[in-house]
């Protein structure tokens, strides 16, 4: 994929955005950054892929990329919307779990996990943690919470709400 | 204006608009709940499921032609989707059993449509874990409908009998999808087999009835898929589609 040192600064330019929503991880922390390919001087080709296929911060992570990788001297950026193989929330570094936790939003669990978008028979499996207190006797208020990719929870120790960033 | 798109052959373009048209309306319609919905959770919940949908249809407008004057352009006649997902939101039990019958067939369907490696393999990966959460979505809210209080019970039912005849277009093969390019294609028996068995199943879990009466209306199944759609749909691209005709070209 990367292969010389100016796509690996490069990448690590445009993984350094970020993200629109959370602004707390990086797109490279989030995993969304498919690939980079330097295709000639002043020009570059990034691959992104969207966590979900409806997620309306697509657009603005991709022209903050451009920027970013304008404001280096590459005149001419491409970003490329990748489908396959798709997004998961495993794809989300330890660091990006750690920052998200950090903020307050439970990070996704490991895909070992029953539940819907996991193939497994089971919907819902109750142990994600409380952010705030680290109570694990937290219950589900609704499936979809501010953006499509969180849930909203409620932690039954100290009653705090708080997002879940779901399985996917 | 453009010239409405009305494919004759089961190509990917067909394809692609009948499965982008189930997206792109249903999607309409579940945004229609936006300032109505019984609470805020379940008006974000509609909302989020809304916007899954919508990036769904923009990938498929988008194989079939220009996404904008696809979704905003066309007339009733040229629209492919089923007329279950046109159908209006009424109560919000009735939307629940709109959204039960529909995800349980999408995920089916993205779930076979991803095992396979034809055009629509990747989008199917991507979207029906999207689609496992409506589904879940819709299967929790029949069981608290459908065994809640008596006025819950009674509205949940009625959902499900009035919606019931236009599940049997959901079963029709949508052409190019048969696998028969050899990528792997639709086996729509065993489709409406793994359907009629989850959905049966929820609905006795929620102490509901199966319904029993046709799956058809009265005019031929599959109308939808041929452009014939049912009154209400007029009137609801009517406003999907009037901002775009009356300022062509505007933008935020």
């Known amino acids: 994929m990367v292969t010389t040192a100016l796509e690996e600064e490069l990448l690590a330019l445009a993984g350094s955005v970020p993200d629109p929503e959370l602004p707390v991880i990086t797109l490279a922390e989030l995993g969304v950054l498919r690939g980079l390919r330097v295709r000639g001087i002043g020009k570059v080709d990034v691959e992104l892929t969207p966590t979900y296929t409806g997620c309306p911060a697509i657009e603005t992570m991709t022209a903050d990329i451009e920027q970013v990788l304008r404001e280096r001297g590459m005149a001419e950026v491409s970003v490329r919307t990748v489908l396959s193989p798709a997004w998961s929330t495993d794809d989300i570094s330890a660091e990006g779990r750690r920052k998200l936790a950090e903020f307050g939003i439970a990070p996704p669990r490991p895909h070992s996990v029953d539940g819907p978008g996991t193939g497994g028979p089971i919907p819902l499996t109750l142990s994600v943690r409380c952010p705030h207190c680290g109570s694990t006797d937290t219950e589900l208020l609704s499936r979809f919470s501010s953006t499509a990719c969180k849930a909203l929870r409620r932690c039954v120790s100290c009653r705090e709400p708080f997002d879940h960033f779901k399985e996917l | ?252």
Do not use: C
């Open chain 2, 1 to 252: 204006m453009s010239t409405p798109l009305t494919p004759t052959a089961p190509t990917a373009t067909a394809t692609a608009l009948a499965l982008g048209d189930d997206a792109l309306v249903l999607s309409h319609r579940l945004g229609e709940w936006a300032g109505h919905a019984p609470v805020l959770e379940e008006e974000v919940a509609l909302a989020n499921i809304a916007l899954d949908l919508l990036g769904q249809a923009r990938v498929l407008l988008s194989l079939a032609g220009d996404e904008d004057e696809l979704a905003y352009l066309r007339e009733e006649r040229a629209f492919r989707n089923l007329q279950l997902v046109e159908q209006p939101n009424g109560d919000f039990a009735r939307t629940i059993a709109r959204q039960l019958y529909f995800s349980t067939y999408q995920n089916l369907l993205y779930g076979q449509l991803a095992s396979g490696d034809g055009t629509f393999a990747p989008l199917a990966a991507k979207a029906v874990k999207e689609v496992a959460y409506h589904q879940d979505h819709a299967e929790q809210w029949t069981l608290r409908l459908g065994d809640g209080t008596a006025e819950s019970h009674e509205r949940m039912q009625r959902g499900l009998d009035a919606l019931w005849r236009f599940t049997g277009e959901m079963f029709q093969p949508v052409g190019g999808l048969d696998g028969a390019d050899g990528t792997g294609g639709v086996v729509w028996p065993a489709l409406r087999e793994s359907w009629t068995a989850s959905v049966s199943a929820v609905i006795e879990k929620a102490t509901l009835t199966v319904p029993t009466g046709p799956q058809e209306g009265a005019w031929a199944a599959g109308a939808g898929r041929q452009g014939l759609h049912t009154e209400s749909f007029g009137r609801m691209l009517a406003e999907m589609q009037h901002l775009h005709r009356s300022h062509p070209g505007a933008s935020w």
